[in-house]
């Protein structure tokens, strides 16, 4: 079983930053895959990035290339979403996920942490 919390979301205006945090505990997280996920009413559940375990493979979605980043912290058991040059289109409960195996990261997650609202304003 992996728990997993977020925090760091909140308001923003168009083209400001955010860090996203997600403290993992229940299991060994240095060998677990985590990803961060959004989603907005009415709409499914969207990938943003992922980071394997291991030598921290990165990958991203198109939207969040370039502008988001994806890091873990194996001595504190976080894994962090650091987001640049946010628009209005970013605004979206953000949940990060967690899993053991598999060949990729970007899908397929058996625990999920409870998510953390991120509003950008024009």
């Known amino acids: 079983q992996v728990q997993l919390v977020e925090s760091g979301g909140g308001l923003v205006q168009a083209g400001g930053s955010l860090r996203l945090s997600c403290a993992a505990s229940g299991r060994t997280f240095s060998r677990t895959d985590m990803a961060w996920f959004r989603q907005v009413p009415g709409k499914g559940r969207e990938f943003v990035a992922c980071?394997?375990?291991?030598?921290?493979?990165?990958n991203y979605s198109n939207s969040a290339k370039g502008r988001f980043t994806i890091s873990r912290d194996n001595a504190k058991n976080t894994v962090y979403l650091q987001m640049n040059s946010l628009k209005p289109e970013d605004t979206a409960v953000y949940s990060c996920a967690a899993k053991v195996g598999g060949s990729s990261c970007v899908s397929d997650y058996d625990y999920w942490g409870q998510g953390t609202q991120v509003t950008v304003s024009s």
């Open positions: 980071i394997r375990w291991g030598p921290g493979i990165t």
